[in-house]
T-cell receptor, first 113, second 113 residues
Framework: ETGVTQSPTHLIKTRGQQVTLRCSSQ?????VSWYQQALGQGPQFIFQ???????GRGNFPPRFSGLQFPNYSSELNVNALELDDSALYLC????????????FGPGTRLTVT | QQQVKQSPQSLIVQKGGISIINCAYE??????FPWYQQFPGKGPALLIA?????SEKKEGRFTISFNKSAKQFSLHIMDSQPGDSATYFC????????????FGSGTQLTVLP
C-alpha cells in the first residue's frame, strides 16, 4: 500500500475556472511527479519537482504549474480550464538514487463542464 | 509521438493460463522499464521492473523478458487468476535528472474463472 495520498478525490469545475490539486508524498521522498491520465489512456507526464524545484516538464502549456513544499506535500495548479483537461490527475513520489522507484497516489478525477 | 507501443489493447485469458503483454520502445536513452497494474478508481501500482543489463526478471507469477537489440520487452503472468483482472501499463524512463516515465497505452486483462 503506497503512502501517497491525494485530495480531493473528485472535482467538478467549469471551463475557464482555476483548480488546485494536492498531493502528500511518502516521508523521505524528495521527488514528486504529476501525470494526467485521460480515460482509456496511459498517464502523460506533466512535470517533476526535486527538492522544491521543477526539473522536468512534459508537453503541457504554462497554465499547468506546480509547487513542492518542504513537508513532502505538493500542488498542481491549472488555470483557464478547458474541457480537454477532464482527466485523472496522478502524483507519484520517490527518492532519487540508483534504484529510483515512483509510487503513485490514487488520483484526483477532474471533470470540466 | 508515442515512444512506447503496447499490445494487445485487451486480453482475455482462462484461469490458470498465461497472460502475455508486449511493449516496444524507440528511445535508446531509456534505462528502466517498469510495469504497473491499475484497478478501476485506483492509481497505478508498481508490479515489477527491469533494467537493460538483464534479459529476464521473475517475481512470483510475474516475469519480464527484455530484448535490448529488438527494443522490446514483455510481461508474462503465469497461472493467471481472476484477481489479476486489471489494466496493465508498461513504461520506460531515461537516465538523467528528470527521469519521467513514458507509458504505453495499456492492456485491459480479463481472467475468466
Amino acid at each position: 500500500e503506497t503512502g501517497v495520498t491525494q485530495s480531493p478525490t473528485h472535482l467538478i469545475k467549469t471551463r475557464g475556472q482555476q483548480v488546485t490539486l494536492r498531493c502528500s508524498s511518502q516521508s523521505g521522498h524528495n521527488t514528486v511527479s504529476w501525470y494526467q491520465q485521460a480515460l482509456g489512456q496511459g498517464p502523460q507526464f506533466i512535470f517533476q519537482y526535486y527538492r522544491e524545484e521543477e526539473n522536468g516538464r512534459g508537453n503541457f502549456p504554462p497554465r499547468f504549474s506546480g509547487l513542492q513544499f518542504p513537508n513532502y506535500s505538493s500542488e498542481l495548479n491549472v488555470n483557464a480550464l478547458e474541457l480537454d483537461d477532464s482527466a485523472l490527475y496522478l502524483c507519484a513520489s520517490g527518492q532519487q538514487g540508483p534504484t529510483y522507484e515512483q509510487y503513485f497516489g490514487p488520483g484526483t478525477r477532474l471533470t470540466v463542464t | 509521438q508515442q515512444q512506447v507501443k503496447q499490445s494487445p489493447q485487451s486480453l482475455i485469458v482462462q484461469k490458470g493460463g498465461i497472460s502475455i503483454i508486449n511493449c516496444a520502445y524507440e528511445n535508446t536513452a531509456f534505462d528502466y522499464f517498469p510495469w504497473y497494474q491499475q484497478f478501476p478508481g485506483k492509481g497505478p501500482a508498481l508490479l515489477i521492473a527491469i533494467r537493460p543489463d538483464v534479459s529476464e526478471k521473475k517475481e512470483g507469477r510475474f516475469t519480464i523478458s527484455f530484448n535490448k537489440s529488438a527494443k522490446q520487452f514483455s510481461l508474462h503472468i503465469m497461472d493467471s487468476q481472476p484477481g489479476d483482472s486489471a489494466t496493465y501499463f508498461c513504461a520506460a524512463r531515461p537516465s538523467g535528472s528528470a527521469r519521467q516515465l513514458t507509458f504505453g497505452s495499456g492492456t485491459q486483462l480479463t481472467v475468466l474463472p
